[in-house]
């Protein structure tokens, strides 16, 4: 069983910027995933950008040159940067970690509010 818990959600105006951040504990696989989707109310939720304990990296084409997703594999823990926030990103985000390339359970936090006024 793995545990997530996320910090740094809030609210900030358009323009400003954010960092989120997720520490994982538990029984954790060493090679795996952590990443981060979010979640406005009457859509789906989407994956916002993803990073692998090797480091690589994808991110979703409307975050692409605003967040940077990093980790510090030491402490389990990953960030999202997110600069240059718009209304549109507004949602609950949700830390997610899975195993990489062996199939296994997504493990999700609870969820942090971010919320943009324009």
């Known amino acids: 069983q793995v545990q997530l818990v996320e910090s740094g959600g809030g609210l900030v105006q358009a323009g400003g910027s954010l960092r989120l951040s997720c520490a994982a504990s538990g029984s954790i696989f060493s090679s795996n995933t952590m990443g981060w989707y979010r979640q406005a109310p009457g859509k789906q939720r989407e994956l916002v950008a993803h990073i692998t304990s090797g480091g690589s990296t994808i991110y979703a084409n409307s975050v692409k040159g605003r967040f940077t997703i990093s980790r510090d594999n030491a402490k389990n823990t990953v960030y999202l940067q997110m600069n240059s926030l718009k209304s549109e990103d507004t949602a609950v985000y949700y830390c997610?970690?899975?195993?990489?390339?062996?199939?296994?359970?997504?493990?999700w936090g609870q969820g942090t509010q971010v919320t943009v006024s324009a």
């Open positions: 997610n970690l899975k195993r990489t390339w062996v199939l296994g359970p997504d493990y």
